[in-house]
């Protein structure tokens, strides 16, 4: 676990449950409404502070990703990903990193391969069942109800970072 340096996320399915709420209203344009667990951003956020990285990567587009990427002060977004391996990889050269320095979180078979190449692929129990069977973690939490919270714990405890985190909140 010590070589793990940047936590990868999918998004619908890791960071949300999946389901997607769009409204029509009135002249045809759509609002697309996503929730987001605060437990899992609590985690992304300790992870960050205490030097982690943290990288979205995503095969849809919204507006809502930047912001909730912004909130929690995710640097590194990827959207309308038409190559998950191939998108991760250059992001990779960019920072100096590579795929055994990668915990990556996804759900569905559009994340296989990505999740074939890094150190520590994770999904939530409620992955579809090919990705079920290529992780090495999987959640006992469903996808946008504290999965992404219980990898970086687990990461975290593994690396001795839980303890600071844990000792931070408590000495306050």
Known sequence: MHSIRILVLDVDGTLTDGKLYIDDYLD?????LKAFNVRDGFAIVNWIKLGGEVAILTGKKSNIVEKRAK??????????SKNKSKDLKA???KIGLNFSN???M???INDLGVMKKVALPACPKDSVEEVLKVAKFISNKTG??????????HIMKQN??????LKKYIEE
Do not use: C, F, H, T
């Open 144 to 153: 946008g109800n504290g999965a992404v919270r219980d990898l970086l714990e």
């Open 91 to 93: 992001l990779l050269d």
């Open 160 to 165: 001795g970072m839980w303890e600071k985190v």
């Open 71 to 80: 909130e929690l002060s995710i640097k590194y977004v990827i959207q309308a």
């Open 28 to 32: 045809n344009s759509s609002n697309e």
């Open 106 to 108: 996804g759900d569905d």
């Open 102 to 104: 990668v915990a990556y």
